[in-house]
């Protein structure tokens, strides 16, 4: 069974940072594109971030370009370094796997085939 479990959530001042992580198991995800999403309270869940399986695509909302940083080890696990963190950032993040036969292909939609429970980032100002 495939599991995807998120954390490196919680609470942090305005400024501050999180690294989340995001270990996949049940399979081998090295040719699974990642994504990181969030949704806030009353919102839709939004692409925050994603990278191809070979790590040589990425994708930034312009919401978290320059403050984000996404990436992934040959261990089955993808990271997300938030710095500079500002309240609007506030949300519970998801972890996302999508199949992909192309190493350079991500995808920015929702429309993933596995997903975390989420972890809470709460950013206080």
């Known amino acids: 069974q495939v599991q995807l479990v998120e954390s490196g959530g919680g609470l942090v001042q305005a400024g501050g940072s999180l690294r989340l992580s995001c270990a996949a198991s049940?399979?081998?995800?090295?040719?699974?594109?990642m994504g990181w999403f969030r949704q806030a309270p009353g919102k839709e869940r939004d692409i925050v971030a994603a990278i191809s399986w070979s790590s040589g695509v990425t994708y930034y909302a312009d919401s978290v370009k320059g403050r984000f940083t996404i990436s992934r080890d040959s261990a089955n696990t993808v990271f997300l370094q938030m710095n500079s963190l500002k309240p609007e950032d506030t949300a519970v993040y998801y972890c996302a796997a999508d199949p992909q036969s192309s190493p350079l292909v991500i995808r920015t939609t929702p429309e993933y085939g596995y997903w975390g429970q989420g972890t809470q980032v709460t950013v206080s100002s």
């Open positions: 049940g399979r081998t995800f090295s040719r699974y594109a």
